[in-house]
């Protein structure tokens, strides 16, 4: 089966608050692509856990659209000079939210594209109120078993203590859960080839955007 979108412009209309969820989307046994024929009315933003692929599944998302890729995390280090851990202690308590915030920003303002957060960027409560209100948010959803599969033994994670990985992410998923739940498209990830999660992304996002936005018109034909 091949399913095809697209979006037509209409007039201007206000915006309804939606959220739109793709777990019940199981991983197809027989995966056939969307063709994307659309572009995103702002910014993408993936949200989401450690592990749960926010950059793997962004780089993809974002040759899909033919659109811009970003890390959020890579533009706050290189604004700062330093690594993200190393923030709050170089320029004091609450530099790097501050930072985060700002060039969170700058990427949202400038152009469309999609743009992979940190971990803990949601937390802050004007960074998280900017996503909402500025861009399409998107969180890559994890039960605990991908996100071990995906971190434990890996480098590159100071958030997560060699031997206390399950520990700490049970704490942050009772912590950062709730509040991702405010993003307007949440996509279950599974262990599956990238592609097939990009896929239902692109579905969940196409389904906002027709009930989001009523000046769009998402057009299906099988």
Same mark, same amino acid.
């Given at each position: 089966m091949?399913?095809c979108?697209?979006?037509f !412009?209409?007039?201007?209309?206000s915006?309804?608050?939606?959220?739109v969820? =793709?777990e019940?989307?199981?991983?197809?046994?027989?995966?056939?692509?969307?063709?994307? =024929?659309?572009?995103p009315p702002?910014?993408?933003?993936i949200?989401?856990?450690?592990?749960?692929?926010?950059?793997?599944?962004?780089?993809?998302?974002?040759?899909r659209?033919?659109?811009p890729?970003?890390?959020?995390?890579?533009?706050?280090?290189?604004?700062?000079?330093?690594?993200?851990?190393?923030?709050?202690?170089?320029?004091?308590?609450g530099?790097?939210?501050?930072?985060?915030?700002?060039?969170?920003s700058?990427?949202?303002?400038?152009?469309?594209?999609?743009?992979?957060?940190g971990?803990?960027?949601?937390?802050?409560?004007?960074?998280?109120?900017?996503?909402?209100? =500025?861009?399409?948010? !998107?969180?890559?959803?994890?039960?605990?078993?991908?996100?071990?599969?995906? !971190?434990?033994?890996?480098?590159?994670?100071?958030?997560?203590?060699v031997?206390?990985?399950?520990?700490?992410?049970?704490e942050?998923?009772?912590? /950062?859960?709730?509040?991702?739940?405010?993003?307007?498209?949440?996509?279950?990830?599974?262990?599956?080839?990238?592609?097939?999660?990009?896929?239902?992304?692109i579905?969940?996002?196409?389904?906002f955007?027709?009930?989001?936005?009523?000046?769009? /018109?998402?057009?299906?034909?099988?």
């Open positions: 091949l399913i979108y697209g979006i !412009v209409g007039s201007g209309e915006l309804r608050k939606m959220n969820s =793709s019940n989307f199981a991983p197809p046994s027989r995966p056939a692509s969307p063709i994307v =024929s659309f572009m702002k910014p993408i933003v949200v989401g856990l450690v592990g749960c692929g926010k950059t793997s599944i962004g780089k993809r998302l974002a040759r659209f033919d659109l890729f970003c890390d959020s995390d890579q533009e706050v280090e290189a604004a700062a000079g330093c690594a993200i851990c190393d923030i709050d202690a170089i320029f004091g308590e530099a790097m939210q501050a930072g985060e915030y700002k060039v969170l700058r990427l949202i303002n400038q152009q469309v594209q999609v743009i992979a957060t971990c803990m960027s949601f937390l802050c409560d004007q960074t998280r109120e900017l996503i909402k209100t =500025s861009s399409i948010s !998107v969180w890559l959803k994890a039960d605990i078993q991908t996100l071990l599969v995906r !971190v434990t033994g890996r480098k590159g994670r100071p958030i997560l203590e031997g206390k990985e399950e520990e700490t992410l049970t942050m998923m009772s912590v /950062h859960y709730p509040l991702f739940e405010e993003t307007n498209v949440c996509v279950q990830t599974y262990d599956e080839p990238a592609n097939i999660t990009v896929d239902r992304v579905i969940a996002m196409s389904e955007i027709r009930r989001q936005y009523p000046d769009y /018109h998402v057009l299906k034909s099988v």
